[in-house]
C-alpha cells in the first residue's frame, strides 16, 4: 500500500469511527486565516505551550484529529481559514464538514476591527451550512487573542465587536472572551463541552 494509501484509508477509518461513534462529539472551527483556531487545538486538547505556536504554519485545506479529553471523546475539524480554504469548505465540502457538528466555533480576532466585516459574511454562511446539516449544533464565537487588549480597553472593544458583528441579532449564538496565554479558552471549552 502506498503511502497516499495509507493516508486516505486512514482518513476514512477516522470518519467511520466518527459516525458510527454517538458518544464522540464533533467540534468544528472555523475562521479567517491567522486568528487563532489551530493554537487553540494545540494548547487545549495537546496541551501545548502558547509560545510554541508562534511558528505554526498556516492549515491547508482542512485537518481532523481525534482526542480524548478530560472523559470525552473529540473528533476536531480545523479548517484553513484562506478563503480558498474557506470557500471549499463552505460550497464544495459542505456535506462533509457541516455534518455531525456538535459544537461550531468562529474564531474572531478582537484585535482586528478590519476583518470584521469579512467574519461576519463567512459567520453567516457557516451558519445557514451548519444548521442544514446538523442536528442542534450550538454555534459559538470567540473573539480572540483578547491579551492584546489592556484590560483597560476590554469593555470598549466587547461593545465594538458585538456590535460590527451584530451579534444580538444571531440568536442561539454564544460568545466567550478567549487568548491562549491565560486559561480562557480552556474555560470556554469546558463549558461547551459540559453543555
Ligand atoms: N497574542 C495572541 N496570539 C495568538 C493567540 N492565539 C494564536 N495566536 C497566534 O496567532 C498566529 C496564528 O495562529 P494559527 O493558530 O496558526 O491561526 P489559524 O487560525 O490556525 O490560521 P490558518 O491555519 O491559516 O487558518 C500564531 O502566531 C499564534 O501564536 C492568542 O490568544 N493571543
Ligand atoms: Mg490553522
Known sequence: MSYLDQDIKEEENLIEE???????SKILFLGLTQTGK???????????APEDTEDLVATVRFERMKY???DHKIFTYDVG???SYLEEAIEVSKQEIFANVKALIFVIEAVNLGAYA??????????????????DPRV?????????ITEDNRDDAMRVFKQYLDLDKLENVVLFQTSIYDNSTIEAME????N
Not at 469579512?118 to 442536528?135: G, H, P, T
Not at 459559538?140 to 492584546?148: R, S, W
Not at 463549558?191 to 459540559?194: G, R, T
Open 18 to 24: 466518527m459516525v458510527s461513534d454517538t458518544s464522540s
Open 38 to 48: 489551530t493554537s487553540i487545538i494545540k494548547t487545549v486538547f495537546e496541551g501545548r
Open 68 to 70: 480524548n479529553y478530560n
Open 81 to 83: 481559514g484562506q478563503i
Open 118 to 135: 469579512s467574519s461576519r459574511q463567512y459567520l453567516l454562511r457557516a451558519l445557514r451550512n451548519v444548521y442544514q446539516y446538523s442536528d
Open 140 to 148: 459559538y464565537v470567540f473573539a480572540h487573542k483578547m491579551d492584546l
Open 191 to 194: 463549558k461547551i463541552l459540559n
